[in-house]
Each structure stands twice: as C-alpha cells, then as structure tokens.
C-alpha cells in the first residue's frame, strides 16, 4: 500500500483521507488552541521537509510527535497507529469508513478530548481521528518520523504567520496581528473548516479564468488545477504524469505551465502546474477549481488570519526564482529504520532513468560517490531538478548487484 501512496502528499491531495476528515469534523465542537495567560506572542519553530511544516507537539503528556501543519485539514488526524497505546486515550469510538474506494472499509478511532501541548499554547477541546492501519507513509516519504497532521484547529483562533527564511511561525492573537510594511492583504473564505481563495490565472493561449482555490500548505506543488483538460484540452507543451495515487486507484494526468497566476496584488509567472485527467479523485463537498500549494506559497512570508477572512503576503527571497520540477524521472522513499536507504518507488516512462534501465525497488546507494545516508531528502530532491543536461553518478542495487550508472538529467517541462 505504502509504494502506491506515498508519493500523493507531494502532489495531491489524498481522496479518501478528505472523505473522512469531512466525515468525521460533523462530530468535533469548538476546538482550538490560544496562547498561554499572559502571553502575546509565541514562536514556533518548524521543519521544512520536503516542502511539509513539521512542528513537535505533546498528547497528553507524551512526546514529542512529528506533526504537519495542514491547512488542508479539517480535524486533527494522527497517522501513526501505534499512538493508540502510548497517548492514554480516555475514550474513542471506533468508526468504520466505506465509500472510500473499491475495497473494503476502513477503520478509524474518534478520540475524546486530548491534551494537546504546543509550547507556550494552549488546546480546548481539540479532538483527533486515528488511522487503525497507516495508509500513508507519510514517515517515509518524509524520512523521518511522522505521526499525524494538524489543521484547521491551529488556524481558526490565532493570527499564524509562517516565515520560511528562518523557519518559525509566530502565533498572536488577531487582535495583536503586525501587519507587512511591504505587502499585501488578500481576502479568503473559510468554508468547511478549510480556507480559500479567488485567483486569476493566464494561460500560455491566453485565456484567462478566475479560479477558487484551497489554500493548501500540505500540497507540495505550486498549483494545480482541476476539469482544465476536460473544458479546454490539454495544453500545447506538457508531459504526461502520474499526480499520485487516491485510495481508488492512481491519479492520472499531465504537468505544464501557466503563464501567470495572480493572487491580489502579487503576480507569479510561468509557474509549473498538474492537470488531473480523471476529476473523480477531486470532488468535495465545496465547490473549487484547484489547490495552491508550497510550491508558490514558500515564495512569501504568509500570515493567516481567519478571524478576520484574510491572507497576508510578504514575497521573500525566492519569488522570483523559476520553478522547476525533477529531471530524473525517479520518485523514491526512505526506507530503513532511519529512513536513511532510497529506495525508488517509480520510473516514469521515458524519462532518463527509464532510459538507463533503474526500476521500481532499485535502491541509490550513492550520488556522485556522496552515500545517500548522509543526505537529507529535500538535497536529494534538490539535485535530481537542478540543473538541464546536467550527468550524475548514481552506485545502485539492483537484483541484489551494485552498479554504477550515468544519469544525464532533463528538463521535460
């Protein structure tokens, strides 16, 4: 299950997951957090992971977990099974999930109240869905522990500026908000415990649409788009893609560019975007047109503010840097119990590791003779789209042989 659905927090949003998360919010109250008496500030620091913000947090006492902030998410979800026994439950409920795809239903606990601690924070009534089985991978897609994700409860009474230069969120709340010298306020709507966004996109034809977009810090892709190929065709320039995997099978589709997205004030050109072929893995139960992702958001200094239905923007160091998606063709995880081993999961068809042979379960033992264990995933990702043309020495196994081969990466959109 893990080799077919890891991949999908990079790309996608995970179909079923949502069915349940939305599910499952019709029986949460008030949940939030709010800071600590006599405090009018808290700073958080955070991890950028493969484009995932991974902050440390306490359960009743235990810690600290690995969790990702998700604005993607409606209740608080905690991936890792094994927290059943060791977070001193008081009291669930076992709730059993269908409709999530052709197999059989799937099993999840509906939690009490937990004590959820954030330093210098404080949760009221704030409640979790726990997995019985771990669908996602999230831990190995990450290459480090994961153990659940927390959304809307974070956001919903606290003004949450998250500043990717030094990797800190700053928590006040929204009456106490510092607002950019240099910026710009763009309006949102919260809508199913999920905020969301009016932008307007250029395409390279130049048709222009005005989309309603999730604002979704869990979608590591820039943008992406929804029913484009079915009412307009598919672009002029793309390559085909596969954009995940769903509980209900892969997620097909292609990956081009727009021309320009602009969200307020702010304009963002050229910027690489996924067109699902098959919508079936993107309904909800708000209407929308698509998600923006990491990918453009990391762009800017951003500050949420749901009290008061906005977004702030600061762009920041990277937003003019182009955007580019990986050379190689290879998707990978860490395995081990590390996570220090890579092991490939996919080889895209055509691309220039289909051409030199490397298949699913090959593992990269090195590149260009630095062992992979002693890089981070993120420097993997970051070399495999660094530069068109550009060779690497990759040592593998493969059937249980080493081999060295020349991987020559590509630029393919």
């Known amino acids: 299950m893990f080799n077919r659905l890891f991949h999908i927090i990079k790309h996608y949003r995970f179909a079923g997951l949502l069915i349940l998360l939305c599910y499952c919010s019709l029986l949460a109250n008030a949940q939030y957090f709010d800071l600590e008496a006599g405090r009018k500030r808290v700073n958080i620091p955070f991890r950028d992971v493969r484009d995932m913000v991974v902050i440390k947090l306490y359960i009743n006492g235990k810690g600290p977990f690995n969790f990702i902030l998700d604005t993607g998410v409606g209740l608080m979800l905690i991936t890792d099974p ?48 726990i997995l019985k089985t771990d669908h996602f991978g999230l831990s190995n897609f990450a290459g480090m522990p994961i153990h659940g994700l927390l959304g809307y409860e974070f956001f919903n009474n606290l003004a949450v500026k998250i500043d990717f230069s030094d990797s800190t969120i700053s928590v006040t709340r929204p009456k106490d908000i510092h607002i950019f010298s240099k910026g710009s306020k763009v309006p949102i709507s919260i809508e199913d415990r999920k905020p969301y966004i009016q932008a307007k996109i250029t395409f390279p034809n130049g048709t222009k649409t005005t989309d309603k977009l999730i604002i979704d810090i869990g979608a590591g892709h820039p943008l992406l788009l929804e029913n484009i190929i079915k009412n307009q065709g598919l672009p002029q320039k793309f390559i085909a893609a596969n954009l995940g995997v769903g509980l209900t099978g892969p997620i097909e589709g292609v990956l081009s560019r727009v021309k320009e997205i602009d969200i307020g004030k702010e304009k963002i050109k050229n910027v690489i975007t996924s067109f699902p072929i098959d919508g079936k893995e993107t309904k909800e139960f708000i209407k929308r047109d698509g998600n923006l992702g990491m990918g453009i958001l990391k762009r800017f200094t951003i500050v949420f503010d749901y009290a008061d239905s906005a977004l702030y923007l600061k762009p920041a160091a990277l937003m003019n840097a182009p955007f580019e998606h990986d050379m190689s063709g290879i998707e990978y995880y860490g395995g081990g119990s590390d996570f220090n081993r890579i092991i490939i999961s996919r080889v895209e068809p055509g691309s220039p590791a289909d051409a030199i042979g490397l298949e699913k379960d090959d593992e990269i033992v090195s590149i260009n003779f630095k062992p992979v264990s002693e890089m981070t995933l993120d420097q993997i990702d970051e070399i495999f789209k660094s530069q068109n043309d550009r060779s690497l020495m990759l040592e593998i196994v493969h059937d249980k042989k080493f081999d060295r081969v020349i991987l020559t990466l590509k630029r393919r959109v």
């Open 82 to 129: 094994k927290l059943v026994d060791s977070i001193n439950i008081s009291n669930k409920r076992t709730l059993k999930i269908s409709g999530l795809g052709q197999g059989a239903a799937y099993e999840a606990y509906a939690t009490s109240a937990l004590k959820v601690d954030i330093p210098g924070l404080v949760s009221y009534d704030v409640a979790a869905t």
